[in-house]
């Protein structure tokens, strides 16, 4: 079963660092290109972060830039997001979702169930 | 930034009604046009890619249409499952924007 499952999230104070990680199965990850996309409570999807296959490249939205850093494994099956300077308006569910370059020319088709992320004093 | 603008934001219909959802882009882009459903707690589901392309496993009764900025998805006749808040999504160019969803409630 293609699967993507997020682990990491939780409670950090305003200033701090949390790693959420996003684990794949059931498909060749290195394959796939990989975004980060955000939701806080009661509002709407955001794009939060992507990157290629190989992990040469990426790309952020303006609100993370500098404080938020996207990786992955390949050998691990296993994409990250480091978060730095957390701030309160980052409080959200965060989700990893996967790039379909070929079938669908760029469409997250496969999504995991999200890890809430919570930024409070 | 390609600012992408749903309407309307909330939807009230009742089972069997054929219901429509507009998105709209602020410049051009193609038809890199995706649609997702989302119910409360759980993440968000590809319905529709390339504007009017049907994901597996979707049903029939849902549709896309349009390219450039205007767009629009319908569902043909509203079903208890499809009650839930629907999302379209640009990914013409970075940042991938999203609009701000229309929610699909029980008249």
């Known amino acids: 079963e293609v699967q993507l499952v997020e682990s990491g999230g939780g409670l950090v104070q305003p200033g701090g660092s949390l790693r959420l990680s996003c684990a794949a199965s059931?498909?060749?990850?290195?394959?796939?290109?990989m975004h980060w996309v955000r939701q806080a409570p009661g509002k709407g999807l955001v794009w939060v972060s992507r990157?290629?296959?190989?992990?040469?490249?990426?790309s952020y939205a303006d609100s993370v830039k500098g404080r938020f850093t996207i990786s992955r494994d390949n050998a691990k099956n296993t994409l990250y997001l480091q978060m730095n300077s957390l701030r309160a308006e980052d409080t959200a569910v965060y989700y990893c979702?996967?790039?379909?370059?070929?079938?669908?020319?760029?469409?997250?088709?496969?999504w995991g169930q999200g890890t809430m992320v919570t930024v409070s004093s | 930034d390609i600012q992408m603008t749903q309407s309307p934001s909330t939807l009230s219909a009742s089972v069997g009604d054929r219901v429509i959802i507009t998105c709209r882009a602020s410049?051009?882009?193609?038809?890199?046009l995706a649609w997702y459903q989302q119910k409360p707690g759980k993440a968000p589901k590809l319905l529709i890619y390339?504007?009017?392309s049907l994901e597996r496993g979707v049903p029939s009764r849902f549709s896309g249409s349009g390219s450039g900025t205007e767009f629009t998805l319908t569902i043909s006749s509203l079903q208890p499952d499809d009650f839930a808040t629907y999302y379209c999504?640009?990914?013409?160019?970075?940042?991938?924007?999203f609009g701000q969803g229309t929610k699909v409630e029980i008249k």
């Open positions: 410049q051009s882009i193609s038809s890199w």
């Open positions: 390339k504007a009017s």
């Open positions: 999504q640009q990914y013409n160019s970075y940042p991938r924007t």
């Open positions: 990157i290629n296959s190989d992990g040469s490249s990426t």
């Open positions: 979702a996967r790039n379909d370059s070929s079938g669908t020319g760029g469409a997250f088709d496969i």
């Open positions: 059931g498909f060749t990850f290195s394959s796939y290109w």
